[in-house]
């Protein structure tokens, strides 16, 4: 289990240190993915306007410069070849899309893989939640002092949009203000010093060498009731069947005995 540092929002030293989550902190950084998150993330903020013209696009040369036999000189088609000042260019540069695709699952182990590293390297530090009444830079700068982060890139990733803050780092050099939703694996890996909310990590994290809350009590197992027995259904006594009599038939009337 990794651990980081736990500062006030004032600035000053807590006692133990905070347990990072194991859901994102888990130890491991793989390198070739954190490569790949880079490349991806410069690839996408080109903007690939760069474009020369061709020879097509020049206007004039329409016609030969001189005929075509008798001069002693090349023969040439037009003044906008090339080779020729003024002319177009050959193989330049053209608009193009450099934008890359990178898979969501790939994107999200570096973001950790970057963290990881940042922790490991005792680069990561969690503070208490930063309330900032209004926006105030000399604020933001005392605390980034405090923390080690004067002369070094420091990146704060807050629980959530928190406006003051943002506004407050927005004019200070070498440091960024993210949410820490919003922080990709670039910008982890740019900053020198990462500064975490607590709240943004999960305000129920443990804190590694302080006093743990005791574990919930089960609620005890209700006892089960023994489900009554079915009735019986009591068994119908088969009913004769009737015979319908002859259609158009009546019975034959008995016969008298002969004396």
Do not use: C
Not at 40 to 58: D, E, S
Not at 172 to 199: C, F, H, I, K
């Amino acid at each position: 289990m990794l651990e980081a540092p736990l500062f006030s929002a004032a600035g000053a030293r807590a006692a133990g240190a905070f347990a990072l989550p194991e859901s994102v902190f888990d130890g491991t950084v793989n390198e070739p993915v954190l490569h790949q998150a880079v490349t991806t993330y410069l690839n996408n903020q080109r903007q690939g306007t760069a474009a020369t013209k061709t020879r097509r696009m020049v206007s004039g040369g329409n016609q030969k410069p001189w005929r075509q036999k008798g001069t002693g000189r090349a023969r040439q088609g037009t003044t906008r070849a090339p080779h020729w000042r003024g002319g177009g260019v050959a193989f330049g540069p053209q608009p193009r899309d450099y934008r890359t695709a990178i898979p969501g699952k790939v994107r999200q182990l570096a973001r950790r893989s970057a963290l990881n590293a940042r922790a490991r390297e005792g680069a990561l530090l969690v503070v208490e939640d930063l309330r900032f009444e209004g926006p105030k830079t000399a604020q933001l700068a005392g605390l980034v002092t405090k923390l080690g982060g004067a002369d070094r890139k420091v990146l704060v990733l807050t629980n959530g949009v928190n406006r003051n803050v943002y506004l407050s780092g927005r004019n200070l050099e070498g440091a960024q203000v993210l949410p820490w939703t919003d922080a990709s694996a670039y910008d982890v890996l740019w900053s020198d010093l990462v500064v975490v909310e607590r709240s943004a990590l999960g305000g129920g994290a443990e804190v590694a060498a302080a006093d743990t809350a005791p574990a919930p009590k089960k609620r005890a197992a209700r006892p089960k009731t023994a489900k009554a027995a079915p009735k019986a259904k009591a068994a119908k006594a088969p009913t004769a069947k009737k015979t319908p009599a002859a259609k158009g038939k009546k019975p034959a009337a008995r016969k008298k005995e002969s004396e």
